[in-house]
């Protein structure tokens, strides 16, 4: 059955969401290196240090991006339209 088109694009949506689902998985992978245990830091506290590293590491929208189209979140052809 074909997906109804939505009536407000997620394409931009879903790569924010998913750069910053990357971000807080890479921020929890260097607290568990350093010996912390990620359910006794604050959740807000994860997400400002997420938010540090995505500013720092902007390549994760990128990566975002291929992963939103290969999940069919957005279209391949739009995805290369606006990364020109």
């Known amino acids: ?8 694009p997620i394409g931009v949506s ?3 969401v998913l750069a910053r689902s990357a971000a807080r998985n890479a921020v929890k992978d260097q ?7 990620v359910s006794h830091v604050r959740q807000a506290d994860i ?6 590293y995505l500013e720092q590491h902007p390549e994760l ?10 999940m069919g979140l957005i279209e391949r052809a739009r ?4 990364s020109q």
């Not at 607290?31 to 245990?37: I, N």
């Not at 929208?61 to 291929?66: H, K």
């Not at 995805?79 to 606006?82: C, D, I, S």
């Open 47 to 52: 997400q400002a240090q997420a938010n540090v």
């Open 61 to 70: 929208y990128v990566q975002a991006r291929e992963r939103a189209v290969r």
């Open 79 to 82: 995805a290369e339209q606006n």
């Open 31 to 37: 607290l568990r290196g350093a010996g912390v245990r």
């Open 14 to 16: 879903a790569v924010k």
């Open 1 to 8: 059955m074909p997906r109804a088109k939505s009536l407000f």
